[in-house]
């Protein structure tokens, strides 16, 4: 019998995205924003920015190659500073988000608004740590990477 890696593959990969956007369904409605916005393109990252407080142009953002990444990240800092956890759990969500989405959005971690807790998070220490936590996730997946290239070459010599 032989197995079909393929077929294994598309499962594995269904099972991954039905995690995540069930986590981030769970996050919005904690977050007191519609859950089936986080399904949709663009309204997700709308409302996603209106969960973090920061205003919509931060979209155009988004689509500026590198500037993205940088702004993804300090998106994710955001949200994990309004559920009252730290830039050690932004590195998680960046690194692993299919352990710390489900986890911020099935654990008793509340929503606490910018203005009901005094969070400063437009310091410049915050953006320098978000680029710590970039370049740290850089070049963790540059040497994935190449582990998996190296991996992949030894594997086709072997054949």
């Given at each position: 019998?032989?197995?079909?890696?393929?077929?294994?593959?598309?499962?594995?990969?269904?099972?991954?995205?039905?995690?995540?956007?069930?986590?981030?369904?769970?996050?919005?409605?904690?977050?007191?924003?519609?859950?089936?916005?986080?399904?949709i393109?663009?309204?997700?990252?709308i409302?996603?920015?209106?969960?973090?407080?920061?205003?919509?142009?931060?979209?155009?953002?988004?689509?500026?190659?590198?500037?993205?990444?940088?702004?993804?990240i300090?998106?994710?800092?955001?949200?994990?500073?309004?559920?009252?956890?730290?830039?050690?759990?932004?590195?998680?969500?960046?690194?692993?988000?299919?352990?710390?989405?489900?986890?911020?959005?099935?654990?008793?971690?509340?929503?606490?608004?910018?203005?009901?807790?005094?969070?400063?998070?437009?310091?410049?220490?915050?953006?320098?740590?978000?680029?710590?936590?970039?370049?740290?996730?850089?070049?963790?997946?540059?040497?994935?990477?190449?582990?998996?290239?190296?991996?992949?070459?030894?594997?086709?010599?072997?054949?």
């Amino acid at each position: 019998m032989e197995i079909d890696l393929f077929k294994i593959n598309i499962i594995i990969y269904v099972l991954y995205l039905f995690l995540l956007s069930d986590s981030l369904y769970a996050i919005y409605e904690k977050a007191g924003k519609p859950g089936i916005a986080s399904l949709i393109p663009l309204w997700n990252i709308i409302v996603l920015l209106e969960i973090i407080k920061k205003p919509w142009w931060w979209l155009l953002l988004f689509a500026i190659p590198v500037l993205n990444v940088i702004f993804y990240i300090w998106s994710l800092n955001l949200l994990s500073k309004s559920f009252d956890k730290d830039e050690e759990y932004t590195l998680g969500l960046v690194l692993l988000p299919f352990v710390f989405l489900p986890k911020l959005a099935f654990s008793d971690a509340q929503y606490i608004h910018a203005k009901e807790k005094k969070i400063d998070v437009n310091t410049l220490e915050d953006f320098y740590k978000v680029l710590i936590l970039f370049l740290i996730t850089s070049f963790i997946f540059c040497g994935l990477y190449a582990i998996s290239d190296m991996f992949i070459i030894n594997l086709l010599t072997t054949l």
